[in-house]
């Protein structure tokens, strides 16, 4: 059978222990045909077979970005970007240059503000924005995407008043001596509020985003996507999906308030195919640390009256579970505190025969914070986790002022690891950048790219590379049950590869941030090659 594509003088690490190395690859129909050496796979090639010669670089399976949100991340490319800003007046200055283009009338949307790089600033209120954007509504995410900050416009727009009840799971923040609402709006289903007021952005400047965020993650290396998509998330993803246009593997999260309307139709996990799958059914259990509402088994250390907010009660965690198990659906549930990671333990743990004899998989995402008891339980159940190594290097110094000693607990992959839980390693873009080899570095080193803090924050809990990598790759594919499809570079799998301009595998682990991606080759096509 003659190959539609010959790879050949690789350095091939294939993540199969039938085979781990090889020096080249054949595709056909988007599927591997065979891997070994470069003769015996150039022997298949034919007149019309495509060759590309690696130049003896290095080859790993395509990346997986077990935790992306995918039209998020799009649309954040063309916002105003609020990341790293270090002052709140710089902030500012930034919305008030947006708002200079803006028509009147036109939403202001942005994300990325850290109040954690502001030193002795307060939380930000609608009264520093108001006169930087007189005449357009503002709604700005946090970083971590669990706070909004919105101007007095956006608040009259959406209705928000003194007399607006906190919503479940969600808090409208007042003013103490007024009761006023201050703009600062925490958790989900406080920042719908706003979400609904200004509107979803129109279908055509969906379908861009996602093209936009598909094009930058070729440029990565990543190949396939566990994306968080809302309703019209997925309904940009189907419409690509329709049109042969969508350029990823997308495994499709979606959100637990749809859940009553896929079980009225029988919908169950795993409808769809290689290109769009809808797997899982997301749950938050709690908030963040950077908003200071991760559900918290005792009080934050520098806020003694706050544990968190706790978004999903124990009895509505419970139903969801149930629910999940009865319709056949994977459970993808945010739990960021210790008490959460607890609590959702405690219900995955009460209908583990239920999920186990339908063969899910639920997992847990970020599991920021365990207390060290509860660490045995993830691998104990076969709960994976999937966690996000360069929040552990984005977040170290907050979550020592927060969370104290207790940070020792904190993004403990090697503990969960040896656990027997599984790992699978996203980003949580566009909280984070969707950088696999940051991302790597992140989990080897425990340290930001300046080298800090020295010798890794509890280097005790760092990994190999090999292990991290197994995260972006197999890991991933388990996660979502596609080990035997993605993955690995093994016959029969989808021909997705990514070629590295250094060995990571076998450089010091300082290097991986040197190293780029050269190439990226999906279902056997070359969608992305370095200039």
Known sequence: MQPDAVFFNGNVYTLDPARPRARAIAVRCGH??????????????????????????????????????????????????????????????????????????????????????????????????????????????????????????????????????????????????????????KEGPAMEILERAAGPVSPGEQDDAVRAATKRLHRLGITSVHALLEEHDLAAVQRL??????????????????LDSVRKVGLRAGLGDEWLRVFAIKVFADGALGSRSADMLEPYDDETDNRGIEVTSNERLDRLVAECCAGG????????????????????????????????????????????????RLGRLGVVASMQPIHCTSDYLMADR????????????????????????????????PNVLRGIHAAVTRQRADGTPRGGWHSEQCLSVAQAVHAYTLGAAYAC????????????????????????LAQPAQEILDTRVEV????????????
């Open 402 to 433: 927060h969370w104290g000693r207790r940070s020792a607990g904190a993004y403990a992959w090697r503990s969960i690891l040896e656990s027997g839980a599984p790992l699978a390693f996203g980003s949580d873009a566009p909280v984070e950048e």
């Open 481 to 504: 049950g596609l080990e035997r499809v993605q993955g690995s570079l093994s016959v029969g799998k989808q021909a997705d590869m990514v070629v590295l301009s250094q060995d990571i």
């Open 32 to 185: 591997i045909l065979a891997v070994g050496e470069d003769a015996e796979v150039l022997a298949l090639a034919g007149p019309g077979t495509q060759r590309m010669n690696l130049g003896g670089r290095t080859v790993l399976p395509g990346f997986c970005d077990a935790h992306i949100h995918l039209l998020g991340y799009g649309l954040s490319l063309t916002q105003v970007q609020l990341d790293g800003i270090a002052s709140l007046e710089e902030a500012l200055q930034r919305v008030a240059e947006r708002a200079q283009k803006e028509r009147p009338g036109a939403w202001i949307r942005g994300m990325g503000w850290n109040r954690n790089l502001w030193p002795g600033t307060p939380f930000p209120h609608r009264w520093d924005l108001d006169p930087v954007t007189p005449d357009n509504p503002a709604f700005l995410p946090s970083k971590d995407g669990h706070s909004a900050w919105a101007n007095s416009l956006a608040l009259r727009l959406a209705g928000i008043t003194a007399s607006t009840p906190d919503p479940p799971g969600g808090q409208i923040e007042r003013d103490a001596q007024t009761g006023e609402p201050t703009g600062l709006l």
């Open 329 to 376: 659906w994977n459970m993808a549930i945010h739990a960021i505190g210790d008490r959460a990671n607890r609590r959702v333990l405690d219900v995955l743990e009460a209908h583990h025969d239920e999920w186990s004899r339908q063969g899910l998989r639920p997992r847990i995402e970020h599991v920021q914070l365990l207390a060290p008891e509860d660490v045995p």
């Open 241 to 258: 999906w329709e049109r042969r246009e969508l350029g990823l593997h997308v495994q499709a999260i979606i959100p637990e308030r749809c």
């Open 520 to 531: 990226t080759i999906l279902a056997g096509q070359v969608v992305y090659e370095r200039p």
